[in-house]
């Protein structure tokens, strides 16, 4: 059972450019959140999703886009990289039922220069 | 809006001592409470929540949290730590209404053990 995944681990963008952080999950879980974790900043939820077909905004959406066309999956896309999101970025996932409780990925690293 | 607050930043504590660590939260209704541990390279992992009933709640690893609504905390506490406790904890507080749909992080406590 491989829980959350997430794709790439780490990564190094130059301004500008795009690319899309991958997450899955094999829990069959309804809810799936992208969080950034920033030093000594605690973690700040960017977009989250209560199922397929249905996302929403966090406290820092600005310069980020989501999708959830599948339960299984929740991809994060970067339109046009700033060194403002030079984070690391976690995806989790929640049961409908186990109210709280959310499982993570092990994070992808990114660094804009 | 909720917000959660660790004072602590790092706190260095010797092996088999004993170990707090500080949380304060603001909402207005009850609240949802989570500590999470996060080892470093890591995801976070849950170690204890709250949602109503006894206010001593245990965790795993031998962590115990208590809810003190007079005070606004929910601070974690373990009797004697191990080397491998060393790591980030993070206090999390998720609101009754949206059934804790979405969570807010404190900005966490970095520990460290002393052998």
């Known amino acids: 059972n491989a829980g959350v995944t997430q794709t790439p681990k780490f990564r190094i963008l130059k301004i500008g450019q795009s690319m899309t952080l991958q997450c899955a999950q094999d829990m069959n879980h309804n809810y799936m959140y992208w969080y950034r974790q920033d030093p000594g900043m605690g973690l700040k939820l960017i977009y989250y999703s209560v199922g397929a077909g249905i996302t929403d905004k966090g406290e820092v959406p600005n310069g980020y886009n989501v999708s959830r066309s599948t339960t299984e999956d929740f991809p994060l896309r970067l339109e046009l990289a700033a060194p403002s999101q030079t984070s690391v970025y976690f995806c989790a996932s929640r049961s409908l039922r186990n109210t709280g409780e959310l499982f993570f990925g092990e994070g992808s690293r990114l660094t804009v220069l | 809006a909720q917000s959660v607050t660790q004072p602590d930043i790092h706190i260095t504590v010797s092996e088999g001592a004993s170990l707090e660590l500080r949380c304060n939260y603001s909402y207005g209704a009850t609240p949802y409470l989570f500590w999470y541990v996060q080892s470093p390279g890591q995801g976070l992992q849950l170690l204890l929540k709250y949602f109503s009933g006894d206010t001593l709640v245990q965790g795993i690893k031998g962590f115990e949290a208590e809810f003190k609504r007079s005070q606004s905390s929910f601070n974690l506490r373990k009797p004697s730590v191990h080397w491998s406790d060393a790591a980030e904890y993070f206090c999390?507080?998720?609101?009754?209404?949206?059934?804790?749909?979405?969570?807010?992080f404190g900005q966490g406590t970095r520990l460290t053990i002393n052998p």
């Open positions: 999390a507080v998720g609101s009754l209404i949206q059934g804790a749909q979405k969570l807010v």
